[in-house]
Nanobody, 127 residues
Framework: HVQLVESGGGSVQAGGSLRLACTLFKYTHEVTFIGWFRQAPGKEREGVAGIYSGPMAEDSTTYVTDSVKGRFTISHDNAKKTAYLQMDNLEPEDTAIYYC?????????????????WGPGTQVTVS
């Protein structure tokens, strides 16, 4: 079955940067989008950013939630089946557990449904 292996995260001061990576193992045609959700203490899990990860190399469809636009950038290396979330100008409000996720539609990142596959999550703390 699909496995998502995450790396990155950690603690940083406000204004700093971090990069998350997520590699998709055991690819299935069901998965065409990959990205991140986050969940802060006492809050619901929300979609942060997602990107096309299917076989059409020219497709770079992305979604980035409004609260991080201009600060977070998502990218995908098709050959490595790895997505990256570059997080710049981090704010204390970005503190959360970040979960890599994979699904057949970006609608899940917009709150319409839930991704089929999840990584274990990684802590991001901004102070």
């Amino acid at each position: 079955h699909v496995q998502l292996v995450e790396s990155g995260g950690g603690s940083v001061q406000a204004g700093g940067s971090l990069r998350l990576a997520c590699t998709l193992f055991k690819y299935t045609h069901e998965v065409t989008f990959i990205g991140w959700f986050r969940q802060a203490p006492g809050k619901e899990r929300e979609g942060v950013a997602g990107i096309y990860s299917g076989p059409m190399a020219e497709d770079s469809t992305t979604y980035v939630t409004d609260s991080v636009k201009g600060r977070f950038t998502i990218s995908h290396d098709n050959a490595k089946k790895t997505a990256y979330l570059q997080m710049d100008n981090l704010e204390p409000e970005d503190t959360a557990i970040y979960y890599c996720a994979a699904h057949w539609s970006l609608r899940a990142w917009r709150g319409d449904g839930r991704p089929s596959y999840w990584g274990p999550g990684t802590q991001v703390t901004v102070s």
